[in-house]
């Protein structure tokens, strides 16, 4: 299994920036999975769904959520075993837990503990 931590959350005004982290560890096969695997971000609101926000390809081709593109910036340093997420232009809206992950729809790795986005009006 890849164990996932992320970090770089915070409160931060409306227009404000932040830039959150994922490390992956494990195994060496299991940060060869790591790096062989799209990985996306992903978002859960108080009462809401979680949703992905953003996701990368190994190979480094990006996707984005309608409501975060143009705003976030996906990225991932195998070397490092670290995915990021830039975020600009922060909307109360993108209040959130926010969490890594595998870009799937099932058969997820274990959640890490998420990191808090609070954005203030």
């Known amino acids: 299994q890849v164990q996932l931590v992320e970090s770089g959350g915070g409160l931060v005004q409306a227009g404000g920036s932040l830039r959150l982290s994922c490390a992956a560890s494990g195994s060496v096969f299991s940060i060869t999975v790591f790096r062989v695997n799209a990985m996306a971000w992903y978002r859960q609101a108080p009462g809401k769904q979680r949703e992905l926000v953003a996701s990368?390809?190994?190979?480094?081709?990006?996707n984005y959520a309608d409501s975060v593109k143009d705003r976030f910036t996906i990225s991932r340093d195998n070397a490092k075993n670290t995915v990021y997420l830039q975020m600009n232009s922060l909307k109360p809206e993108d209040t959130a837990v926010y969490y890594c992950n595998k870009d799937t729809t099932r058969s997820w790795w274990n959640w890490g503990q998420g990191t808090q986005v609070t954005v203030s009006s």
């Open positions: 990368v390809t190994s190979g480094g081709s990006t």
